[in-house]
Each structure stands twice: as C-alpha cells, then as structure tokens.
C-alpha cells in the first residue's frame, strides 16, 4: 500500500505574532494532529498550526497520472527554478523526457518525480467548516474547467482538455466567453473552501454584450495564442526554452500564407533540423484570418495537444483599425465607368494606413469615407493587437 502523508499549507496567520506570519503559502508535513496540527520544526522540537490557517493536502509518494494534482514538496535547487515547495500543478503530459517526469500547463520546465508528491484528498477542517465545503469540492471535481477569481482576473485551475493554462490569467469577459462555448465550467470567486459559483449566472448573461465585448474578447484570444506559444515551451537541462514532441527537443519554424490563409507548424528536431510533426490550419472564407491565433492552433496540433474552443470560434471583428487588411466594394458608377475592364469584379483589397478625419486611409494610396465604405475585415494580424 502507498504511503500516505499530510501537509499543512499556511493559508493566513490569525495572529501576526505566529511563527509561520511570514511564511504564506508554504508547506510543512504534519507529524501529528490535536487541537492544531503540529509539524517538526526541528529535531526535538514542534511547532503548532491553527487549523483555521492552514490547508491541509494529502499526499502520496508516487508517480503521477494525467489530471492528476500534484504538490511541490522537494523542488530541485535550480537557479532559474519556475515553481516552488507548496505550488500546487495539474498534470498535462506524463513521462516526458523521461518516465515519472511531469509537464504542467503555463510552465516551461519540468518536473522531475522527485520533487513531487501526488495529492489524493484535500482536508479543511476549522471551526467555522460546515459540509459545504465537501459540496464545493464535489463541484470542482466534477467540472470540466474551473477558473479561480482573484482581484479582476481569473487563473486557470483546472482543465480537463488542456486548452487552459493553470495558472495562466484571464479576465472577465474571456471567462464569460469560454463559458458560453463550452460545459462545466465553473469558478471559484475567492477561497477554494469557501463556495463554488458556476460562470454565466443570470447578472454574467446580461453583462455579454455581442458588440463591443467580442471585440475586447478576440483582442484577448489574440494575446492568449500569442501567450500559449511561450508557455507550451519547456526548460532544457541547459536552460533553454524548446519544445517537446515524444521526448524529442524540438524547434517550430511556422509557414506563413496569407494568400492561402493557411498556416503551417513545423517541429524539428534540434540535432539534426529533420521534421518531426507539423500542424496545419487553415481559415474558413467566412473567418478573418489572425496568424497569432493560427500559430497557436497549428503548433497544438503538431504538439498533439488539444485546440482550445476560443481559438477554433473567436467572435469576429467588428471594428476597423489601423493595420488591418480589408475587403471593400467599389461604388458602382465608379466601377462600371474605371475599373470593370481592368479587375472582373467590383471588389479591392487594402491595408489600413490610418484612420482620421473621416477617412480610411490605405497604405500605397486611397482612402474611403468612413460613413460610406462598405468593409469586410479579412485579416487582422496587426501589430498593436497581436503582430510580432
């Protein structure tokens, strides 16, 4: 039978005179358990934890599965370490590079099996504790994706399909979104232990605005996918950030064709630059193309790792802005008169330059009036939303 252990996680200090005031959000295994939990701070010496300031996870010294929450109990000492002793991850990928070594979401580096332990229950006890908490955990468990509220973001804290990154942040009107694409999604509106509160209440669905919010909420998918292709890197033994394919350390070099509005994701190998995986996608007619959001899809997919629903079904643009690309109609006069002979068809396609004076002005020359110009957004990979 697996050993089992248990471990205080200091959580507040009621009091600021207690030992462990400074020391939030660290661990100390439990050695034994009265009317506070006591943990050996020394080798003839314990010292007590209130149960009202401490979280208390139950472990078990073994190698972690998929979905899985693993706690940080001996963090190797690296000098460019990205966790601690205390951080709690969800498990991602398992036995890569190697077998019992972990990979997590929204971080580049992994995880050796020696500095983790396998959390199997979560334990609060205190005294103002009722069998809510049970109820909370239960719905956690159940969702598909949960999302914890701190301030005005939301950190990702579980996900089931891997298209959320744990820790990663979000805001509002993204977790609004998220929920309305996708089931069992629920977040966590402060403690964890305190209550549980599913996204899209009746006040979150008068909040959704079509207009003005999905073009705030593309703008943050846009940085998201930029985000994602970061944190889907791992840290090398020697410090570098790559990524991982079938314990393969690999590159990404992307195919860019705007004309085709296609893209195109490229793993290979470091030693030998030979091709290992690709990721292709391709833009519907009906979708503006973004390369931020189409690098993030290819490179997951050449990863073999799931697409997140928001890049696959981010709402539309709705507004023109500088350096977009556009599609536009010609006035028909003009077009039977000037350009019907010369193009086939009454249609042009330009890059907005700047827009001032009532005008859309387009790089290489031309402008149209804003209150008559009749334009589709057909790309906007644009620098001050997501450009490199």
Not at 12 to 36: C, H, L
Not at 226 to 241: P, Q, V
Not at 258 to 269: D, E, G, M, Y
Not at 324 to 343: H, P, S
Request: glycine share 8%; aromatic share 10%.
């Amino acid at each position: 039978m697996t050993e089992t252990k248990k471990y205080a996680r200091i959580k507040k200090a009621t009091y600021e005179a207690a030992w462990y005031a400074d020391k939030i959000g660290q661990v100390f295994e439990v050695d034994r358990e009265g009317p506070n939990y006591l943990t050996r701070t020394g080798p003839h010496h314990l010292s007590a934890i209130r149960k009202e300031d401490a979280e208390v996870l139950v472990t078990e010294n073994r190698k972690a599965a998929v979905g899985e929450r693993v706690l940080i109990t001996n963090p190797y000492p690296l000098g460019k370490q990205t966790y601690k002793a205390g951080d709690v991850f969800e498990v991602a990928i398992v036995n890569n590079p190697v077998p019992g070594c972990i990979k997590v979401s929204g971080l580049p580096s992994f995880i050796d099996y020696k500095e983790y332990e396998v959390i199997v229950n979560n334990e609060v006890k205190n005294e103002e504790a009722d069998g809510m908490e049970n109820v909370n955990q239960t719905v956690i468990n159940n969702a598909n994706t949960v999302f914890e509220k701190k301030d005005d973001k939301y950190f990702g804290y579980k996900s089931r399909f891997g298209d959320i990154v744990i820790g990663g942040a979000y805001s509002y009107r993204f977790v609004v979104h998220y929920a309305k694409t996708n089931q069992d999604v629920v977040i966590i509106p402060g403690d964890v232990n305190t209550v549980t509160t599913p996204v899209c209440t009746t006040l979150e669905e008068r909040l959704w605005k079509p207009g003005a919010q999905a073009k705030a909420c593309r703008d943050e998918i846009v940085e998201q996918a930029k985000a994602d292709i970061e944190n889907l890197k791992y840290r090398t033994f020697y410090g570098e950030l790559r990524y991982l394919y079938r314990s393969i350390v690999c590159n990404v070099e992307f195919v860019i064709n705007k004309k085709k509005r296609t893209v195109v994701a490229l793993l290979k190998s470091v030693g030998r630059g030979s091709v290992k995986s690709k990721g292709i996608v391709k833009a519907a007619p009906s979708d503006c193309f973004n390369v931020h959001i189409g690098k993030a899809i290819a490179l997951r997919r050449a990863l073999g790792l799931a697409v997140p629903d928001e890049y696959l079904n981010a709402p539309q643009p709705t507004e023109v802005r500088v350096g977009d690309v556009v599609r536009g109609k010609y006035e028909e006069t003009y077009y039977q008169l000037c350009r019907k002979d010369e193009l086939g068809d009454d249609s042009y396609e330009a890059t907005i330059k700047e827009i001032a004076d009532g005008r859309y002005r387009y790089v290489g020359g031309g402008f149209d009036f804003i209150d008559e110009a009749d334009l589709t957004i057909i790309d906007d990979s644009r620098e001050e939303v997501g450009g490199e």
